[in-house]
């Protein structure tokens, strides 16, 4: 008895332990300039949370941590911005989190540097594809960490699954816990992401995070995500040449997830049984436009293996003048092999895991590949003399204008700019679907829908023609219901392989269900899919953005209108609608190839904030 008696209260004792607040992930840095800091952490319950900081000082007997920036609410995952800091400083910080029961977690103190002048030399690490293997990643930022960089970019793939939690707080974040603690991490996503909502939780990047620029001492950068389309004339694709035509910066230097070139055995052309093509054809519009504006460097990731090409200019190989080119997805992903024949952009090939190191000072850039075992396996130096690309091709080829409106949808009129990216440009556009001729001078007021299309001109050349439709819509009247809470779903299992085959699948008779979560749903095979019907509910008038993403296809519907429809791509949809308040009718159809299935939905009214579309608004 005594015994059985001793082994409930150790039982009791350990329950009591594992329910203590502890921190799920602890704090990292992110989205580091000149004058703030971007600090996160998860703690097990929701608390009231502070970061205490300071700059280091002098003589100091113990660290700074004079100074309190409050957390804005109670929550789990914090993210707290400290600002007004001084230019390449260091500061110590820890953050502080008390817990509804009392219990209060204090991290340790750790320090970080702000964003250098502009003149200051800088060093990054360079890291892609850390997926699935933790010991790896650990070990590869434990050396990055010994090189005392002042912050790294990461091309994707930073997890083998985005929607696993799993993956994000024991693989990724875990490992890099000692590096990132200390240095800013700026990321992009992979297709191993699936533009999953923990991505854009756990990882802090500027609106809309699938692309953003920043500048850090006399370099900027351009991360943007290649699951989305970057042919020539689409939204990433035209921000992408209108950033580089405004750069100033004396370095140019892009990340992104998929490569431009790949000597790689398999994904591009299987090189045992035929032939490569040598790199994603989805990306072919790219290498002129780093040509064009005398990109430095481009690095990215998705094949495991490092690989550098000679500079390369006008699809040529050169030695000295053009963009390089560098795989860098050896962080941790099962490492891959070249083809066995030489590619004609291949300087150098490695298969292992490894990781980049760059410097930068004045005109002289340095970069070495660095293997798990901290050898230095291949390296070189660029000095920018003269510039090697031909600056008149802006001028011949100008950045297309951008739209500026408030929204695509609206219940009045809608004033539109059309911006230009450089001074001197001559804007024409149309309102009528025909060739841009008509001179821009000023906002256009639109009272009705409209298609606008608009070019750029020099006395030397124009722009491609960039087009959008604005839309006036009266507002879609909620339905007089007396709805109960959930929707309905319809389920069936089966296998189709177009997507307007879907109503064509054996649904079964329609059920109440409490959401759109999949989890709840019990379903028979690999292929499936199913339909939720019902409606949702708005407490106020206005224009609402729907957004969302889903493995595999989803469709999403109100009052028949389609407002999301994506289709395998690993991206997130969106539409807008203009509704009044109440209760509004919602379709929501899915399919599932053999994937582990999700769907996540967003709503947000015009001039609010994005919220998860929960089930407190879905009604049947």
């Not at 004609?344 to 002289?364: E, H, M, Q, S």
């Not at 000023?442 to 001109?457: H, I, N, S, W, Y």
């Not at 994005?610 to 089930?615: A, H, K, M, Q």
Request: net charge negative; aromatic share 14%.
């Amino acid at each position: 008895m005594q015994r059985i008696i001793l082994l409930l209260l150790l039982w009791a004792g350990g329950s009591a332990m594992r329910e203590k607040p502890y921190f799920v992930i602890r704090p990292y840095l992110q989205f580091a300039t000149q004058h703030s800091m971007r600090i996160l952490w998860e703690t097990s319950e929701a608390g009231r949370s502070w970061v205490e900081y300071g700059a280091a000082q002098y003589d100091a007997v113990q660290p700074n941590l004079s100074q309190k920036a409050m957390a804005k609410d109670v929550r789990a995952m914090q993210e707290v911005a400290l600002e007004g800091l001084e230019a390449e400083t260091d500061y110590f910080y820890r953050t502080v989190s008390i817990m509804p029961g009392g219990d209060t977690l204090f991290s340790e103190v750790s320090t970080f540097k702000t964003a250098v002048k502009e003149g200051t030399p800088i060093a990054f690490a360079v890291f892609s594809d850390s997926q699935q293997n933790a010991p790896v990643w650990g070990t590869l930022t434990n050396l990055a960490a010994k090189e005392r960089p002042n912050f790294a970019i990461h091309g994707g793939d930073l997890v083998d699954y985005g929607y696993v939690k799993r993956n994000w707080v024991e693989e990724f974040f875990a490992p890099a816990y000692p590096f990132m603690r200390t240095y800013p991490m700026y990321t992009i996503m992979g297709n191993h992401e699936h533009g999953a909502p923990y991505y854009y939780q756990y990882l802090s990047n500027p609106a809309p995070e699938y692309y953003y620029t920043f500048t850090y001492g006399n370099t900027q950068f351009f991360l943007f995500d290649t699951d989305h389309d970057v042919t020539r004339g689409t939204e990433v694709y035209d921000w992408l040449e209108w950033e580089l035509a405004r750069s100033k910066a004396p370095w140019k230097i892009v990340m992104h997830h998929r490569p431009s070139y790949s000597s790689d055995n398999d994904d591009f052309g299987e090189t045992d049984k035929a032939r490569s093509i040598l790199g994603d054809p989805d990306l072919q519009d790219l290498p002129p436009l780093y040509d064009k504006y005398g990109v430095d460097v481009v690095f990215y990731g998705h094949i495991h293996t490092y690989e550098r090409s000679w500079p390369l200019l006008n699809g040529k190989a050169y030695g000295d003048k053009g963009v390089r080119y560098i795989n860098i997805g050896g962080s941790g992903g099962t490492v891959e092999h070249s083809a066995p024949n030489r590619s004609w952009f291949t300087n150098k090939v490695r298969t292992g895991f490894c990781f980049g190191y760059a410097r930068i000072a004045g005109n002289v850039l340095q970069f070495q590949a660095i293997d798990d075992n901290g050898q230095v396996f291949d390296a070189f130096e660029i000095t920018k003399n003269i510039s090697w690309h031909d600056p008149a091709l802006a001028r011949k080829m100008p950045p297309a204008p951008m739209f500026r409106a408030s929204s695509s949808v609206f219940t009045d009129t809608l004033q539109l700019t059309l911006d230009k990216a450089l001074p001197g440009l001559d804007i024409r556009y149309s309102t009528d679907g025909s060739t841009p001729k008509q001179r821009y001078t000023g906002p256009l007021l639109l009272q009705k829908t409209t298609l606008v299309k608009a070019m750029a001109f020099t006395k030397d050349g124009e722009s491609h023609v960039v087009e959008k439709q604005f839309t006036l819509q009266t507002p879609f009247e909620g339905s007089k219901v007396t709805p109960a809470p959930g929707l309905l779903y319809r389920y069936a299992p089966g296998k189709i392989s177009k997507r307007d085959s879907f109503e064509k699948l054996p649904f079964g008779e329609p059920k109440v269900i409490k959401s759109y979560d999949l989890k709840e749903i019990v379903h028979r095979g690999e292929e499936w899919g199913v339909e939720f019907t019902g409606y949702i509910y708005v407490a106020e008038d206005g224009i609402y953005t729907f957004s969302g993403h889903a493995e595999n296809w989803l469709k999403f519907f109100i009052h028949d209108q389609m407002l999301i429809e994506e289709y395998d791509q690993d991206i997130e949809k969106s539409g807008e609608i203009a509704l009044k308040k109440g209760y509004h009718p919602v379709k929501i159809q899915y399919y599932d190839v053999r994937r582990p299935p999700s769907i996540d939905l967003y709503i947000q009214r015009k001039g609010g904030e994005r919220e998860v579309l929960s089930d407190a608004v879905l009604f049947h």
